[in-house]
């Protein structure tokens, strides 16, 4: 994209926003504190819509290994690669685009992305089931870092950010579970083992953190055509959306060295579901898995085309800058 529709598209981005009451200024950090331009390092942690394929990964599934294949070497680690355009989109995904770490080796990187997330993650096992055998939890993302990794990757606070990006599954496979009676209890009991993961991955070095929300998953192919579950699910993510807000501001308030940055991806979502015209958009209900699902906002049930990890990256790119929106 020219820089001049870059710029466009952020004024409609921002305008958006505000009128949707998201949070595109959420982060108000003081740009000697946190400089987007000196990252080289960039960590995540997550679920589909963030993993991306390694060539020492589980196919479809991670970067790193799986919970069979938990533990990885120096060497294992050093040599892993990247595979271009296969993520949970037709192509590349969110995370990719904000670092141009696109394919092959992230040290070849100016932005070295090193990705942990594992498709179809919950937080916790102890909580909700996994998936599949060999799925890969959040807290286990985190200890498969701090045991294999962070004595060989670098992360010098000034350079490094991690992101966060769970609950997207959480909520979708609670969501009929009759075992569960009160939502938002159990919301803080994910929450609790979510952030002491988080707590685990800053005492052991990760510093500066980027917390993602889940986004408008009511609005997808697989709820949209149920009103009733359709407003369930709206009323669990606004639950779950909250609760971490909380966690994220007591996290903070606990952590004086720690750099705290939110993202809201449930008003970005609606924002550009609400006028899908204005970004291309000309179906949103439906999905195409497909090789160029050529205006449409689903690649299929629940995660988005390529063109919307795009607008996504682009609409983080413009919070971590901090500077267009205000």
Request: glycine share 6%.
């Amino acid at each position: 994209m020219h820089r001049s529709g870059l710029l466009s598209l952020t004024a409609l981005l921002c305008a958006l926003f505000l009128l949707s009451g998201g949070s595109a200024t959420a982060a108000k950090v003081p740009p000697r504190l946190f400089d987007w331009d000196r990252v080289r390092y960039m960590y995540a942690f997550g679920d589909s819509y963030t993993f991306v394929q390694g060539t020492e990964g589980h196919a479809n599934f991670s970067f790193f290994g799986d919970a069979f294949d938990f533990a990885f070497t120096p060497q294992q680690i050093l040599s892993n690669q990247i595979i271009p355009k296969n993520t949970s989109s037709e192509g590349a995904n969110w995370i990719e685009f904000l670092t141009g770490c696109m394919g092959g080796s992230p040290l070849r990187c100016k932005k070295q992305l090193w990705n942990f997330a594992f498709a179809g993650s919950d937080i916790d096992s102890a909580l909700l089931p996994l998936h599949h055998n060999f799925t890969v939890p959040l807290v286990d993302q985190v200890n498969q870092w701090v045991t294999f990794a962070s004595k060989v990757l670098p992360h010098p606070t000034a350079e490094t950010l991690t992101a966060w990006w769970i609950g997207i599954n959480d909520t979708g496979d609670s969501l009929n579970n009759a075992s569960i009676t009160d939502f938002p209890a159990f919301w803080e009991e994910e929450m609790t083992s979510y952030f002491k993961a988080v707590q685990k991955a800053h005492d052991n070095g990760l510093k500066t953190h980027l917390f993602i929300n889940v986004p408008a998953e009511d609005r997808s192919p697989n709820n949209v055509g149920n009103p009733t579950k359709s407003a369930l699910m709206k009323l669990h993510l606004t639950q779950f959306n909250s609760i971490l807000a909380d966690h994220v501001t007591k996290f903070k308030a606990a952590n004086a060295d720690a750099i705290v940055m939110t993202f809201d991806s449930n008003a970005l979502f609606n924002a550009v579901l609400d006028a899908p015209e204005q970004f291309g958009f000309t179906n949103t209900t439906g999905f195409c898995t497909c090789a160029d699902p050529s205006g449409f906002f689903w690649y299929n049930v629940g995660h988005p085309t390529e063109r919307v990890h795009r607008l996504l990256a682009e609409a983080i790119e413009v919070q971590l800058r901090n500077t267009l929106c205000e």
